[in-house]
């Protein structure tokens, strides 16, 4: 039961951190959902990077290196770290600067002012939501799978054969996390049974993180992010170190590391079987960050402009520290050092908490499991609080006209539908898992493809109401075609496939992401329809573009 109480414990040190900075909570819709607009470098450093490093950069990149290889950081996580500092730079100080200047709480207030369109959050605001929802999703899938599988045993110990649960035979071989002498029944359903179920589990992530939101709001939320990041960047490479040291099995530890890095199969080191189109137009998707709407709002939240040069300096780094040793796990345990059985194998979600499980002591076992789940909560509470002020900020005042609400009307408004997305994302999470990490990359394609309105709000005086309009119904209506013929993400290596004469490996098309498409979609119908409609009024541009500069 060691793990399972470790878990318990971490989960209730967390509530009670996010309780006690609550405490800190000025009682107005301003502190509750930009905290003042105090937050200084350092806790916005781990805020924006607690809640961009998700369930997708933990459990996801380790399963997909498990699934692809090692070349699954070229893809995402290198251009990731230069990427997401170019948008904290280009679009997050302009955005600072734009929110303090005229108090904006949300995307859509930012662009119904920019755009002069009180409707723009009509489409914007549904689009936004239905993307952050299978954000979520990936976190609340993950967090319950990963209690399940570390805790498996932890009630009742035994193995399901034939779907019968047998109780006592849980394999040796998996307890030692070796390759054992003779292969085992296919049939095999490692940590179904004798763990926390993953409902269960679920419902209890879900409920401790609705608490603290619900009463620290983004204060309370950005110091528990700045925890929890701590948390899994400290314990994830405690994690890398141990997982390493146990399968090379050699008494110090760079020699156990060589040995667990010259097991991986050679096919597995390579990307020769990723297409060089498909590996560049990965690239597109890390632009995600530039409309994901609840780091627009943590952008808000800076106490100045200088704030932001610590996360832009710092986030690379990060980067590095996380996803390097995920991507190595998951290549180790394609090597013969270790046995992943069939059900395991199948589910990619599960790589990681069952190598922490096997390869890890009771205690320790449990301290790395919190560490995962503190990379999991940190982005759920953002993505939660932001849900709930565009809905207050965005739908409900609106709709209320001249009849201004009160701070404590707005504060329960938000509450309420925090709420009840928690309960929305719950429920749905019930249903058949994806791969977490295709599911995040079409999430984070679904952004990448409104990027450019960002940026052209923020860059291109020309920009329309029309032109806007038109990019919005671009990216949903091709995320929405691509998605369905991806099989809603169960073909996870979907792509856009374009004929040409002459290609690298004689195929005759290019195998691109369908991120690249969505950009190119949205893109030429903003430009096209905004160069041909009434630009907008000299007053507005002289508004967001003042010719002193200021």
Same mark, same amino acid.
């Given at each position: 039961?060691?793990?399972? &109480? *470790? ?15 609550? %405490? ?10 930009? +905290? ?54 280009? &679009? ?67 193995? $399901? ?32 049974? =004798? ?47 141990? *997982? ?79 996803? $390097? ?62 849900? =709930? ?13 001249? %009849? ?15 709420? =009840?997305? !928690? ?15 295709? &599911? ?21 005086? %020309? ?40 290609? &690298? ?10 991120? +690249? ?14 160069? !041909? ?5 000299? +007053? ?11």
């Amino acid at each position: 039961m060691a793990q399972l &109480l *470790i878990i318990s414990g971490y989960l209730f040190l967390l509530l009670l951190l996010g309780i006690g900075a609550s %405490r800190l909570f000025r009682g107005t819709s301003q502190d509750y959902m930009l +905290a003042s607009h105090s937050i200084g470098p350092f806790l916005l450093l781990m805020s924006i990077f607690g809640t961009t490093m998700t369930a997708f950069a933990l459990v996801g990149s380790t399963g997909e290196s498990f699934k692809e290889g090692v070349g699954v950081y070229g893809m995402l996580a290198s251009s990731s770290g230069i990427i997401h500092s170019l948008c904290f730079l280009l &679009l997050g100080v302009k955005v600072w600067e734009l929110g303090k200047k005229y108090e904006y709480r949300t995307q859509v207030q930012f662009f119904r002012d920019r755009l002069e369109s009180r409707w723009i959050g009509v489409i914007l605001f549904p689009v936004l939501v239905g993307l952050v929802i299978p954000y979520l999703l990936i976190g609340v899938m993950a967090s319950g799978t990963v209690i399940n599988k570390v805790t498996a045993g932890s009630i009742r110990d035994g193995q $399901v054969v034939d779907g019968t649960f047998e109780e006592g035979t849980f394999p040796q071989f998996l307890e030692q996390g070796k390759k054992p002498q003779s292969e085992e029944p296919a049939n095999f359903i490692y940590g179904s049974q =004798g763990g926390v179920p993953k409902p269960l589990a679920s419902l209890a992530i879900c409920g401790i993180v609705l608490i603290y939101v619900f009463l620290g709001g983004m204060r309370g939320t950005t110091w528990a992010n700045t925890f929890q990041t701590l948390v899994f960047m400290v314990l994830g490479i405690v994690t890398f170190v141990v *997982i390493a040291w146990q399968l090379g099995g050699q008494e110090s530890f760079w020699a156990s590391l060589q040995m667990a890095s010259n097991s991986i199969p050679v096919e597995k080191l390579t990307r020769i079987h990723i297409p060089p189109e498909k590996f560049l137009t990965y690239m597109f998707v890390p632009l995600s960050v530039g409309m994901f709407p609840h780091l627009f709002q943590h952008w808000l939240t800076a106490r100045s402009a200088e704030s932001f040069k610590l996360p832009i300096v710092a986030h690379p780094l990060f980067i590095a520290i996380v996803w $390097v040793p995920c991507v190595l796990i998951g290549a180790w345990a394609t090597s013969d050092l270790i046995t992943i059985p069939p059900p395991v194998a199948a589910n990619p979600n599960a790589v990681l908490p069952f190598l922490v499980k096997q390869l890890a002591g009771p205690v320790l076992g449990g301290l790395l499991t919190a560490g995962i789940l503190a990379a999991i909560m940190s982005s759920l509470d953002s993505q939660f609080l932001c849900l =709930g002020t565009m809905f207050t900020e965005d739908v409900v005042r609106p709709l209320c006209g001249q %009849r201004s609400l009160s701070d404590r009307q707005q504060l329960l408004v938000a509450r309420l539908f925090i709420i =009840g997305i !928690v309960v929305l994302t719950y429920g749905l999470s019930l249903f058949e898992p994806r791969r977490v990490f295709t &599911l995040g990359v079409w999430c984070f394609s679904g952004f990448s493809s409104l990027f450019p309105l960002i940026f052209a709000a923020l860059y291109w005086p %020309r920009l329309t109401k029309a032109g806007a309009y038109a990019c919005v119904l671009a990216a949903a209506g091709s995320w929405l075609w691509l998605f369905r013929a991806s099989e809603f993400a169960a073909n996870p290596n979907f792509t856009v496939n374009i004929p040409v004469p002459i290609t &690298l490996d004689g195929d005759g098309y290019w195998q691109l992401m369908p991120v +690249a498409a969505m950009i190119a979609c949205s893109t030429v119908a903003m430009v096209c329809v905004s160069v !041909v409609t009434r630009p907008p009024s000299d +007053a507005t541009v002289e508004r967001f573009f003042p010719k002193n500069g200021c």
